[in-house]
């Protein structure tokens, strides 16, 4: 790890945005005030990142700048999958943003706030790894896995793929575990990094690093976006009780398979265009 490095000046421009957006949930001055998600989730990317260089010596934006732009690419282009779900399951809707009158200032707006979500989540799990939280942690014994089990687990996702669009207010937690299940078997196939196959290699570090990052992540989107004017609001079939923001308590358990989806999409589409394995930040 290299020795007496000083916090990156990017670190200090995120902690300013973050406090400045912080500032104006009370001011709300425009466009400021509407323009809030992509300004303070990349403040918090920055921050996130420099705090990772001081402990590590490396990071995305340090020693992986293509793989992080590439980041912001590929999260506007994976929500909107999951908006695309939602057209069947309404479980979210976004209100506030009658001050874009421009559809295309508004599709803009949505593509830029939409691409910080995967930068985001994968710098929280490399900070979470960088402090050896869940380095020692393994499973006893390690399970053989079979190309029927894989196969069995792509069809359940599969099915879980497409039964939000038919009965969606029964089956509407699926569309946080279809992904997942679908690619991350095939990422196994492929020799990629998978949740299979850190769970076949019995360490732990990887899986509980991402659970954490997605309940980290939930809790600040959450957050933030409940003093938010241009923001999400939920519509949750049976468990819309006893919310936490804008969120149904239950709700944030959806961010524990998220994360998993996001790690198996992302190792998917990257495998796609790079088929050498590099486990993000090493």
């Given at each position: 790890m290299t020795k007496n490095f000083k916090f990156k000046t990017y670190g200090i421009v995120g902690i300013i945005l973050i406090f400045l957006v912080e500032l104006n949930f009370f001011f709300k001055i425009q466009p400021f005030a509407n323009w809030y998600f992509p300004i303070i989730w990349l403040g918090y990317i920055l921050v996130i990142d420099a705090i990772v260089y001081k402990l590590k010596g490396k990071s995305f934006i340090n020693n992986h700048i293509l793989q992080f732009i590439g980041l912001f690419v590929l999260s506007s282009l994976f929500w909107y999958v999951f908006e695309f779900l939602n057209f069947f399951v309404q479980n979210w809707e976004y209100i506030g943003l009658a001050s874009f009158d421009n559809e295309r200032l508004l599709v803009f707006f949505k593509l830029i706030a939409f691409s910080t979500v995967l930068p985001a989540f994968f710098e929280t799990t490399e900070l979470i790894r960088a402090i050896h939280l869940f380095d020692k942690i393994k499973l006893k014994k390690s399970?053989?896995?079979?190309?029927?089990f894989l196969y069995s687990l792509i069809m359940a996702g599969i099915i879980c793929f497409f039964l939000p669009?038919?009965?969606?207010?029964?089956?509407?937690?699926?569309?946080?575990?279809?992904f997942f299940l679908i690619l991350d078997p095939i990422n196994y196939l492929n020799k990629q990094p998978s949740i299979i196959g850190h769970l076949k290699d019995r360490k732990l570090v990887v899986p509980l690093s991402l659970l954490l990052a997605g309940i980290i992540m939930g809790f600040f989107w959450e957050f933030w976006n409940f003093w938010a004017i241009s923001k999400w609001i939920y519509h949750i079939p049976f468990v819309g009780f006893l919310k936490i923001f804008e969120m149904p308590i239950l709700g944030f358990l959806g961010y524990l398979p998220f994360a998993f989806e996001?790690?198996?999409?992302?190792?998917?589409?990257?495998?796609?265009?790079?088929?050498?394995?590099?486990?993000?930040?090493?």
């Open positions: 399970h053989k896995i079979s190309k029927t669009m038919f009965f969606p207010i029964y089956t509407f937690p699926l569309i946080w575990l279809s996001l790690y198996a999409m992302y190792w998917f589409v990257r495998s796609l265009f790079i088929h050498k394995e590099v486990l993000l930040v090493k």
